[in-house]
């Protein structure tokens, strides 16, 4: 089967290298893919949200499979122009409906989805430009810290937690009133801040049968010890040592089960991945947020953990015969280091040349924002360039690996956090 996988990060050369060791896999196409991708597919220079021209592509390349990798081109409707067009109505495509994609594509579609369907998240309000007076008052309100979160998407930007109520009126005022994440802040969430400990929990769904895929924790901030900006993702660690069975029974009952209970009562089309990002609190799990995608690095860290053939999982969601599969789960260790540009999540030089090592032993490479020069040289050419992730029996093992690789791989200004999992391993 020839297969086509949209996207162009690390999350995207996971999959690629997933999907490839499949013995249902007879060609995979990635669009636009990266210089990771390049090595195990083939590349296509088409946008990941120019839905015509892959619409073409499909055709003229018999694809039988379509992976969607980013949430952007769901969001924008990717699945419904191939359900519009006749000769792709019946195309096997793992993403949800422009619909089911507003789960990420606006906190308040996702926030009233989980009240009407009495999933567990923190208090909230919304707010528009015309009820700013309303928001300031509600402020008031409110314990601190304050969460405002832009309503669309903000590429992973738009949520501020303010610790003083001046400083949230003020953000208040600059999101809604000046544009401050563009259209995005059209609206704004003003959240309860929930304290505890953040988990990333999988779910593949055919729409009616789910399974809970591993889950992971992720490490948002630039700076070791979780300080400093926000970015896109510093690194992941899977398994959790504190999700273990009693606090995931809790997650599938109350939160997993009746969302995907929601989902087919409320007839919103939805055959892909949901990532429940989701606080512990003393033990309880609550939802942050739902993203239509896998995450990105936890994916890099996930996926590896799968021992089960991965494109009869993606079929299987695809096609609605989900519950046919039988997914198995390593219980190995995978955590992954994220190598960046010096300067990011700010600004950020490219084109500075990568050296890789020939072995890899326990870890594996994942191509992020690379590219090739003139000189058929591997460069950096975006924030994260690399994830890195090892393998092990234990946490340190995976660890000891991941870094160990690291190590061994230089370009000019990188950067990357020295601390990945060690919170988790004061927690054993």
Known sequence: MNILLLGSGGREHAFAWKIVQSPSCTRLFVAPGNAGTAQIA?????????????AEFILQESIGLVVVGPEEPLVRGFVDYMRSRPETSNLPIVGPSALGATLEGSKDFSKRFMQRNEIPTAAYETFTPEQIEEGLAYLETQKLPIVLKADGLAAGKGVLICQTLEEA???????????????????VVVEEFLSGIEVSVFVATDGKNYKILPEAKDY????EGDTGLNTGGMGAVSPVIFADDAFMKKVEDRIVKPTIAGLEKESIDYKGFLFIGLMNTDG????????????????????????????????????????????????????????????????YEKGFTISLPDQTAGSVVFHAGTGINSNGSLINQGGRVLAITGFGESLDTALQNAYETVGK???????????????????S
């Open 220 to 223: 948002k901030r630039i700076g």
């Open 284 to 347: 309880e799990p609550f939802v942050i947020e739902y993203n239509v995608r896998m995450g990105d690095p936890e994916t890099e860290a996930v996926l590896p953990r799968i021992e089960s053939d991965f494109v009869e999982l993606l079929m299987g969601i695809a096609t609605q015969t989900l519950s046919q599969h039988q997914l198995q789960i390593s219980k190995n260790y995978a955590t992954t280091v994220v190598m960046v540009s010096g300067g990011y999540p700010g600004n």
């Open 169 to 187: 009126k003020q953000e208040l005022k600059e999101m809604l009133l000046e544009a401050k994440f563009g259209s995005a802040s059209a609206k």
């Open 42 to 54: 083939t590349n296509i220079s088409i946008s990941a949200t120019d839905f015509e021209k892959l």
């Open 409 to 427: 791989i230089s370009w000019e200004k990188a950067y990357f956090r020295r601390d990945i999992g060690q919170d988790l391993k004061k927690l």
